[in-house]
C-alpha cells in the first residue's frame, strides 16, 4: 500500500474518533453514576419519596412547662403559715390535713408505759389500732380512759372502754400466737381463722415452734400439729380447724338452747340465723366450772367467745357508768 493511501486511511479515523466525542461528550460524564440529573437504576418511586420525607423540620424552640398542674376544682387551701400542701378538694380532707399541724393528737395509746401520747399520739383511730395490734400483745396491760381500770388487751375490749366499733375492731383481729410476728387476720368467719394455723406451719419451724411450746399451748395451739386441743379435755387430741373446735365445745361443754332466739326447739326454723355460735352463747343456761379457768385461752382462738357469760365479773364501762364517775 502506498503511503498516500495509508495516510488517508489514519486521517479518517482520527476524523470520526473525534466527530463522535464531539457529538457525544466524554464517556464519564454518560456514565448514570456520575449524571445528577440521571436516576439511579435501583432507585425508584419509592425512594423519592423516603427522601423527601427524609428532609429534616425545623425544631421548636419554645421552652416546656413543667409547673406541677393545679386540679381547678380542689378549692380547699391550708391557711397555716409556712404550708406547703396542694388545695383538697374536700374540706374533710382539709379538716384531717389541719390535724398534721396540731401539738396534741386526738389518740393516744392506753398501754402503761407507751409513749404514744400527747404530740406522739395519732390523728386517727385506724391508727391507734394498728399500732395497738402490732405493738402490743395480749398481756399488754391497758388503762381504761374513763375508769382507769387496769385490763389485759384481751379483756379490755370485754370491758369496753371506746366506741364499739373501736372495740369490736380490735376484739375481731388475731395475730400469730408466735413472739414478734405480726401477722394478723381478722375473724369474719371460722375460715379467717384458720389462716393463722396455716401460718404457724409454713412460716415457722418446727424447731421454733418447739421452743415456745409452752407459750403457743397458752394462747389454744399446739406445737408439733398447729392445732387447737381444747384446753378443758385436751387428752381428746388437737382439732386442725377452728370450727371443729366450736362444734366440739357447744356439743360438749355448752349448755343452753339450739337457737339464740327461740327458747323452743320446734318453734325454730331449721335455717334460723339464731342457731349459730354466737347467738347461742348469750344463751347458755348454766356455766360448768371447768370452763372459766381456760376462758382467755378459749377467746385466743374464738373472737365470739366474748359473747358467752363466763365474762359477768367484767363491768362493762359504759357512758352512765363514766358520768356516774364524776
Same mark, same amino acid.
Given at each position: 500500500?502506498?503511503?498516500?493511501?495509508?495516510?488517508?486511511?489514519?486521517?479518517?479515523?482520527?476524523?470520526?474518533?473525534?466527530?463522535?466525542?464531539?457529538?457525544?461528550?466524554?464517556?464519564?460524564?454518560?456514565?448514570?453514576?456520575?449524571?445528577?440529573?440521571?436516576?439511579?437504576?435501583?432507585?425508584?418511586?419509592?425512594?423519592?419519596?423516603?427522601?423527601?420525607?427524609?428532609?429534616?423540620?425545623?425544631?421548636?424552640?419554645?421552652?416546656?412547662?413543667?409547673?406541677?398542674?393545679?386540679?381547678?376544682?380542689?378549692?380547699?387551701?391550708?391557711?397555716?403559715?409556712?404550708?406547703?400542701?396542694?388545695?383538697?378538694?374536700?374540706?374533710?380532707?382539709?379538716?384531717?390535713?389541719?390535724?398534721?399541724?396540731?401539738?396534741?393528737?386526738?389518740?393516744?395509746?392506753?398501754?402503761?408505759?407507751?409513749?404514744?401520747?400527747?404530740?406522739?399520739?395519732?390523728?386517727?383511730?385506724?391508727?391507734?389500732?394498728?399500732?395497738?395490734?402490732?405493738?402490743?400483745?395480749?398481756?399488754?396491760?391497758?388503762?381504761?380512759?374513763?375508769?382507769?381500770?387496769?385490763?389485759?388487751?384481751?379483756?379490755?375490749?370485754?370491758? !369496753?372502754?371506746?366506741?364499739?366499733?373501736?372495740?369490736?375492731?380490735?376484739?375481731?383481729?388475731?395475730?400469730?400466737?408466735?413472739?414478734?410476728?405480726?401477722?394478723?387476720?381478722?375473724? !369474719?368467719?371460722?375460715?379467717?381463722?384458720?389462716?393463722?394455723?396455716?401460718?404457724?406451719?409454713?412460716?415457722?419451724?418446727?424447731?421454733?415452734?418447739?421452743?415456745?411450746?409452752?407459750?403457743? !399451748?397458752?394462747?389454744?395451739?399446739?406445737?408439733?400439729?398447729?392445732?387447737?386441743?381444747?384446753?378443758?379435755?385436751?387428752?381428746?387430741?388437737?382439732?386442725?380447724?377452728?370450727?371443729?373446735?366450736?362444734?366440739?365445745?357447744?356439743?360438749?361443754?355448752?349448755?343452753?338452747?339450739?337457737?339464740?332466739?327461740?327458747?323452743?326447739?320446734?318453734?325454730?326454723?331449721?335455717?334460723?340465723?339464731?342457731?349459730?355460735?354466737?347467738?347461742?352463747?348469750?344463751?347458755?343456761?348454766?356455766?360448768?366450772?371447768?370452763?372459766?379457768?381456760?376462758?382467755?385461752?378459749?377467746?385466743?382462738?374464738?373472737?365470739?367467745?366474748?359473747?358467752?357469760?363466763?365474762?359477768?365479773?367484767?363491768?362493762?364501762?359504759?357512758?352512765?357508768?363514766?358520768?356516774?364517775?364524776?
Amino acid at each position: 500500500m502506498s503511503f498516500k493511501k495509508r495516510h488517508r486511511l489514519t486521517e479518517g479515523r482520527q476524523n470520526s474518533s473525534r466527530n463522535a466525542s464531539l457529538h457525544h461528550g466524554p464517556m464519564e460524564s454518560c456514565s448514570p453514576e456520575w449524571t445528577s440529573s440521571s436516576r439511579s437504576p435501583r432507585q425508584g418511586p419509592d425512594s423519592e419519596r423516603i427522601e423527601a420525607n427524609s428532609v429534616s423540620e425545623p425544631v421548636s424552640t419554645t421552652a416546656i412547662d413543667t409547673s406541677p398542674v393545679v386540679d381547678k376544682s380542689a378549692i380547699h387551701t391550708c391557711d397555716i403559715d409556712g404550708c406547703s400542701s396542694r388545695p383538697f378538694k374536700r374540706r374533710v380532707d382539709l379538716n384531717r390535713h389541719k390535724k398534721t399541724h396540731e401539738s396534741v393528737r386526738e389518740y393516744e395509746c392506753s398501754a402503761l408505759g407507751c409513749n404514744r401520747v400527747g404530740a406522739k399520739g395519732f390523728q386517727r383511730e385506724d391508727k391507734l389500732i394498728d399500732h395497738m395490734l402490732a405493738g402490743h400483745d395480749d398481756e399488754t396491760i391497758f388503762t381504761c380512759p374513763r375508769c382507769s381500770l387496769n385490763l389485759s388487751m384481751d379483756l379490755i375490749t370485754i370491758h !369496753r372502754p371506746w366506741s364499739p366499733s373501736k372495740c369490736d375492731k380490735i376484739a375481731r383481729y388475731r395475730t400469730c400466737s408466735m413472739p414478734r410476728c405480726s401477722f394478723k387476720v381478722y375473724f !369474719r368467719k371460722s375460715e379467717a381463722m384458720d389462716g393463722l394455723i396455716s401460718h404457724l406451719l409454713e412460716k415457722h419451724d418446727l424447731k421454733q415452734r418447739n421452743h415456745f411450746a409452752n407459750l403457743l !399451748r397458752q394462747r389454744g395451739y399446739d406445737a408439733q400439729t398447729g392445732g387447737i386441743p381444747c384446753p378443758i379435755c385436751p387428752a381428746i387430741g388437737c382439732f386442725l380447724t377452728h370450727k371443729d373446735f366450736y362444734e366440739h365445745f357447744m356439743q360438749v361443754h355448752f349448755h343452753g338452747p339450739v337457737c339464740g332466739f327461740h327458747y323452743h326447739s320446734e318453734s325454730c326454723p331449721p335455717n334460723c340465723y339464731s342457731r349459730g355460735f354466737r347467738a347461742r352463747l348469750s344463751r347458755c343456761t348454766m356455766m360448768p366450772d371447768e370452763v372459766k379457768p381456760h376462758r382467755r385461752t378459749i377467746l385466743r382462738v374464738w373472737p365470739d367467745f366474748s359473747q358467752y357469760r363466763v365474762w359477768d365479773d367484767i363491768e362493762r364501762c359504759t357512758p352512765s357508768a363514766d358520768n356516774s364517775r364524776g
